[in-house]
């Protein structure tokens, strides 16, 4: 749940009142970005990217213009520009207008939850417009602060001492970055970075214009809704299945998924954090999702994120593979009578389906909860091997996957024979 | 702001031994002590603990309790009120939903100055919230864990404190040894106890830390109070990417790493554990090398690369930290706890193949759990067949279904198509036991349905001679035998089959037609002498058992034998009857395909069949030692299809038509559950009442399906058959099996189609828009297209060409539906509907002696709805099974409300 670009940014930060540059979003006019133009010399042309989408001035995704001409030649070059971020290919779907801020000083800043300290921290440099990683530490100031009392001017203040900043650029920064604890604190983020923060001089003083906005919220703190966004702009990366599985969510167990590979063959059912780490790890590429249903889940919410995910990925599933280590409190029992009834439910609406069935799992009720699965799976004619939590998880993983590479080789077809299947 | 703490830590630490994690000396008070997780959780903390829990709290749940083993805890509305009341306590658990995380810690913290430790086991407790926790405590000299973990646990002390570490038995995985565990997974918290066990290593104390984005209680102040720890020799750390906890541990003690989630440095957003979602410095392969920095060495630990130090090992593996925990002892001349309990190798608990066969390095056989489970295990045994949920059956089948699209049907995942590739008896008996028999279970089944075909003598054909003669239709004529057919009469075969089930279940034999030793069964089954012998020879069960034991194996058939030998008696008939039920169905028992109600009951099933069959043959064709001019002899080693022909024809089948029988009545099998003749049986069931299975009346059932038939369902297949005859009359046809009949098809339906074009027109000028229309062309389904085909009619046509198979009758009305297309009828080629396919095999079969005048039209109208009875006969016994095993007491009524008054 991240927020990039001033589209939205403009509109979190006037609710705090922190000066920014001048934004126009893509439903401007021409006569709009000619005023633009005459009153800020050059306008910046960004491209809209839903989500976290860093890194694009370095991929040349960034226009810069002086003339009406130009600058609508960048809009149409950026409005669906592509952008590849780590392993995300993204799309734009529109464009910013940001009137250019001409500035001697630019300031980095950011706001964090920091595991060193245990305390939220601001991180401040005048050495900004560039990666922060790419900074040696001495340029940077990492200042932890109190969350009872927040952020305060002489945190802002004595931090740009201590790293010797301009003193012209000091003041205007202690009156205006601890606005920034507000939006921080008060909308349930994880991190909040202005980068570059451009100090504008207007002729009588310096202002701290706010020229980029990156932000990323906390999915368990509602805090965010006030805000009113729009419901795609969080989505937006999130497949139809995804999307489908959020709505169980709850408190009462976990219901995380990720999608690994839209051409998996192994759908794993993961309980447990730990075992959503080293389950996904082990079946790389052969997994269809990554999952975390532990914590508990009552029947009728496993249940639903059975029927859910098998309609999703069973059809192309070879190994319904359940895997957890010893459960300390999920019930077992109730889990794997949600997961029998998921699937008989699922074959009487869509036919049956090829397929093998792999369990490793302890915990309470667990006997009771596999002669279930068991009568489940030997009513549906469905061949199965249950492990207990006395065999070691990555061997059960591994014998799942030589069950899926049989299956791909010819085992399936055995299977859809045997099951009757046409 | 915090309180000055035991060490010289940036923030305030409490703890200052693992040994104070979790002590006798820790009294705990429960938020939200009887929410649900908490009420299972706590009581197992408490007893493990010996009692540690002094009261717990629950808004407006003041004066209530939690009974535990070692007394009940009271409950209280508030910490404040539970204090006024005397109680004293240092470390709270916080169940509470997570918005109300935060308000209770402060709470707690708040009433009681002596309050030490908060433990928090919520999930998804938002950043915000956790953070002001964090900074409540701190000022206030509170050790804070979680949220979102299990709390701590200490072998040792024989406490718990928090979540449920270690499950309902933390005796079984909380094994007292010196290896303390801090991990950021609560699972993996036990899972690794119960790993370490394996390799000889018990526990100290166990942390679960939890994984959000703040672990409170991180790995810094844990490795400085194992340090502090005389009992811990060396810990398990398990991380996930994501902060900064794990940088720069240094350690007194030797310490195993294990470091998961590489492939978490691609998300976006967190799976899992919260916290797990690292930046650019802090993912899985930055803390790896941490540790690696930290131990001094270049690579993870595994078992073909055994890279550990004095200090340590890093693992990827949680199945790898025993080993390379008992390495690094081994390089600081430590020795194992105990002997190793166990090993981590791959123990199947249960399996099946299901008839699949696997390679052999996927056939892992199940072997002998560990205990507990394994005595749950073996106490499964006593569990017998399938066992399905009750749940209302109205409109809805477990046995059959229809495909809107295709509008094949199915019978137990098996379309109507390929079953009219089965015999008739293959397809009786998969209806009930949902697995098609063996070529010599054929042969068995053959023999025991046969045995009851002749009426002579008995009631059921008097009765249906009677019904026959006062006019009444086919169906209502079965309805007369049947109704004779009760319980009573299949009694004896039911009490042998529940005697042959009471002697075979806690067998290991799951295939009765392969070798198994019964003998130690022989003497034991003494008590079911009366169930299964009789005091006098029978000729007709020895004759019946004969004929079957010629056929093949059957262990309930050997076991009967050996069993009349020792007991000095003689099987009976009914004995016969079950044995070789039994030996049909008991594969699918085993597999839990069929309950041991169906099992025992498959006899009187058995018996109606035989009725059903027997009396569509006239009383004549019933002698005493004769039906329909078969000897009853030889009888028993007909195909029961043929003896379906005999009964509806009089005359025995070539190969060519028992072929063609056989997929009519295949494809008669089922029309789904919404069929008016599976209501009607599905309605008897519910009458008499599934949820008490002795008390559905198979016969009565069946004659539900009888009185749900008629000349509308059912007896509709005359009318192509009269349509038919009408057209062929006056031809010179002879034989309709001959290809080359001599009948200019294309000619004769052009005629009829340009007569039929002037008959409509005619009609609709006259205003008659009830006009007569073809039966058998056109379907609601396959139209539309120029030429349409009904596939299930494509099917059989293609069926019997590549057997050779011609019939003049599909061929007219192929030519059919292109004439009436070319004579402007229809707008486009009509299929020809698989009704028609039904209509032409049977007027096929009767054409000849229709011809020679030895049948008449009345004949060929019975015979069509009477072998339409044969062919749903199957179907709707499996409804009935399927209806008796999974529906309720009344459950296809019709509420009032929906029902409507159109008077």
């Known amino acids: 749940m991240q927020i990039t670009g001033m589209l939205w940014g403009r509109k979190l930060l006037d609710l705090v009142e922190f000066p920014r540059s001048d934004v126009c979003g893509p439903e401007a006019s021409v006569d709009e970005i000619k005023e633009m133009i005459q009153k800020h010399k050059q306008v910046f042309i960004k491209p809209v990217f839903k989500g976290g989408v860093g890194k694009k001035g370095k991929s040349g995704l960034i226009g810069r213009a002086d003339n009406l001409t130009d600058v609508l030649k960048e809009k149409e070059r950026l409005y669906f520009a592509t952008h590849q971020d780590g392993n995300r290919l993204v799309k734009s779907n529109g464009v910013t207008f940001e009137g250019g801020v001409p500035a001697e000083h630019e300031v980095y800043f950011s706001i964090t939850d920091n595991t060193l300290y245990r305390a939220p921290a601001m991180t401040i440099t005048h050495h900004g417009g560039v990666d922060i990683e790419e900074l040696p530490a001495d340029k940077l100031a990492v200042v932890p602060f109190d969350p009872l009392t927040g952020l305060k001017a002489f945190h802002v203040s004595n931090a740009l001492d201590s790293l010797g900043a301009p003193t012209e650029i000091i003041s205007p920064l202690v009156q205006n970055l601890p606005k920034l604890w507000d939006l921080y604190n008060n909308y349930g983020m994880l991190m909040l970075e202005l980068n570059p923060i451009r100090m504008f001089n207007n002729g009588k003083r310096l202002i701290p214009l706010a020229c980029d906005f990156k932000c990323a919220f906390d999915q368990d703190d509602p805090a965010w809704k006030r805000l009113h966004l729009p419901d795609d702009l969080f989505t937006f990366d999130d497949s139809e299945f995804e999307q489908e599985i959020n709505q169980l969510r709850t408190y009462q167990g976990q219901s995380d998924v990720y999608v690994i590979n839209n051409e998996g063959t192994i759908t794993a059912p993961t309980f447990g954090g730990g075992a959503n780490a080293m389950v996904t790890e082990l079946l790389g590429e052969d997994a269809t999702i990554s999952s975390d249903f532990g914590g508990n889940p009552p029947y009728a919410k496993m249940n639903d994120i059975s029927k859910i995910t098998f309609k999703y990925w069973l059809p192309q599933s070879n190994v319904l593979f359940i895997i957890g280590g010893k459960a300390n409190n999920t019930d077992i029992y109730e889990t794997f009578r949600a997961i029998g009834d998921g699937l008989k439910w699922h074959f009487q609406q869509y036919g049956p389906h090829p397929l093998f069935v792999v369990v490793g799992r302890g915990g309470p009720n667990l006997v009771r909860g596999m002669a279930y699965l068991r009568d489940t799976l030997d009513s549906l004619g469905i061949p199965y091997r249950f492990f207990g939590h006395d065999s070691a998880m990555s061997e059960v993983i591994n014998y799942a996957r030589a069950v899926n590479r049989w299956m791909l080789n010819g085992g399936k077809d055995v299977i859809k024979k045997s099951m009757n299947i046409q | ?264 440095a691609k998300l976006t957003k967190s799976c899992g554990h919260a916290g797990s979602l690292s930046g650019s410095g802090d993912d899985a392969v930055a803390k790896e090398n941490w540790f690696k920095d930290y131990f001094g060495v270049k690579d993870i630990y595994t078992p073909q690369n055994p890279v550990c130090s004095k200090k340590g090992a890093l693992v990827t593996n949680i199945a790898d930290i025993p080993e390379a925990l008992t390495k690094v002892m081994e390089l600081n001349g430590k020795k194992l706890d105990f002997e190793p309990r166990g090993d981590l190798s791959l123990k199947c608990w249960f399996g099946s193949n299901n008839g699949v066969a696997l390679p052999k390095e996927l056939d892992i056989q199940p072997v002998k759990a560990i205990e507990p489970y394994r005595g749950q295990i073996e106490a499964l045994k006593q569990q017998v067949g399938a066992q399905i949920n009750r749940e209302t059956m109205k409109d809805a089948s477990g046995a059959s279904k229809m495909d809107p699209k295709t509008q094949v049907s199915q019978i137990h995942n098996v379309s109507i198509l390929d079953a009219s590739n089965q015999l008739f008896e293959e397809n009786l008996v998969f209806a009930l036991t949902h697995s098609y028999p063996s070529a010599s279970g054929t042969a068995m089944a053959n023999a025991v349905l046969n045995a009851y075909v002749n009426q002579h003598g008995q009631p059921s054909l008097a009765a249906a001679t009677a019904s026959r003669e006062a006019g009444n239709s086919p169906n209502t004529v079965q309805v007369a035998a049947v109704s004779i057919i009760g319980k009573k009469k299949a009694q004896k075969a039911m009490d042998a089959a529940e005697a042959l089930l009471d002697v075979f279940k806690l067998t290991d034999m799951n295939d009765p037609e392969k070798d198994f030793d019964h003998q130690s069964l022989v003497k034991g089954a003494a008590a079911h002498k009366d169930a299964l012998l009789d005091a006098a020879a029978d000729a007709g069960a020895a004759k019946v058992m004969d004929t079957c034991q010629s056929k093949g194996k059957s262990v309930f058939l050997d076991f009967l034998s050996d069993f009349a030998a020792e007991h000095k008696g003689h099987v009976s008939m009914g004995a016969v009857v079950a044995a070789v039920w039994a030996t049909l169905a008991w594969p699918s028992l085993r597999s839990k395909k069929i309950t041991k109600t169906t099992l025992v009951r498959l006899p009187w099933y058995g018996l109606i069949y035989s009725t059903m069959v027997g009396i569509a043959a006239p009383e004549d064709q019933h002698g005493a030692d004769k039906f329909c001019g078969v000897k009853n002899d030889d009888l028993l080693g007909y195909s029961f299809t043929r003896t379906a022909f005999l009964a509806l024809m009089g005359r025995d089948a070539t190969e060519g038509e028992l072929f063609e029988f056989q997929v009519l009545l295949g494809l008669i099998i089922t029309n789904g559950p919404g069929t008016i003749s599976a209501q009607g049986a599905k309605g008897a069931v519910s009458a008499d009442g599934p949820e008490q299975p002795d008390h559905v009346q198979i016969n009565k059932s069946l004659i539900g399906y009888l009185t749900h038939t008629g000349f509308a369902h059912g007896g509709n297949g005359y009318e192509a058959a009269a349509f038919l005859i009408d057209q062929f009359k006056d031809s010179d046809l002879k034989d309709p099996a001959d290809i080359k009949h001599g009948v200019d098809l294309e000619k004769s339906a052009m005629d009829y189609a340009k007569w039929y074009s002037n008959y409509k027109k005619e009609q609709k000028g006259l205003g008659n828009l009830e006009y007569a229309k073809i039966p058998c062309v056109n379907h609601p389904i396959f139209k539309g297209k120029d030429v349409n085909l009904d596939p299930r009619e494509e099917y059989v046509s293609k069926l019997f060409k590549d057997k050779g198979l011609y019939n003049v009758f599909l061929d007219f009305y192929h030519h059919l539906v292109e004439s009436l297309f070319k004579a402007k009828v229809t707008k486009n080629v009509y299929c020809v509907n698989i009704d028609a396919v039904i209509a032409v095999i049977l007027l096929k079969m009767m054409w000849s002696d229709y011809r020679k005048g030895a049948i008449k039209e009345e004949n060929i109208e019975w015979a069509s709805f009477m072998a339409f009875l044969f062919g749903r006969m199957i179907g709707c016994a499996g409804e009935i099974d399927d209806h008796t095993n999974r529906g309720k007491n009344m459950d296809t009524r019709t509420p009032a409300s929906k029902c409507a008054y159109v008077g």
């Open chain 2, 1 to 264: 702001m915090h309180k000055e703490g035991v060490a010289d830590f940036p923030y305030y630490v409490g703890i200052n031994s693992l040994s104070e994690l979790a002590s006798k000396e820790d009294k705990v008070v429960v938020f939200n002590i009887l929410g649900k997780e908490s009420s299972a959780v706590t009581p197992v903390s408490h007893e493990y603990s010996g009692g540690n829990v002094v009261f717990g709290t629950g808004p407006g749940k003041s004066g209530k309790f939690l009974p535990t083993k070692k007394g009940k805890i009271p409950v209280y509305n508030s910490i404040k009120e539970g204090m006024a009341a005397g109680h004293e306590f240092n470390t709270a658990v916080v169940y509470l939903p997570p918005s109300g995380v935060k308000d209770g810690v402060a709470e707690a913290v708040r009433q009681n100055p002596k309050l030490k430790k908060v433990i928090v086991l919520t999930e998804k407790v938002s950043v915000k919230d956790s953070r002001i926790m964090r900074a409540i405590c701190q000022t206030n000299g509170v050790d804070l864990f979680g949220g979102n973990c299990l709390g701590v646990a200490d072998s040792w002390n024989h406490v718990r404190i928090g979540g449920a570490l270690g499950g309902s038995h933390p005796d079984e995985s909380l094994i007292k040894g010196s290896v303390a565990i801090f991990s950021n997974s609560g699972n993996f918290t036990t899972t690794i106890a119960v790993y370490l066990a394996t390799a000889g290593w018990g526990t100290t104390t166990s942390v679960s830390s939890g994984k959000d984005v703040y672990i409170h209680y991180g790995p810094q102040e844990f490795i400085y109070a194992l340090n502090n720890d005389d009992r811990s020799q060396a810990a398990v750390l398990y991380c996930e990417p994501g902060g900064y906890y794990e940088q720069g541990i240094e350690s007194e003690k030797p310490i195993i790493a294990c470091v998961v989630g590489r492939w978490k």
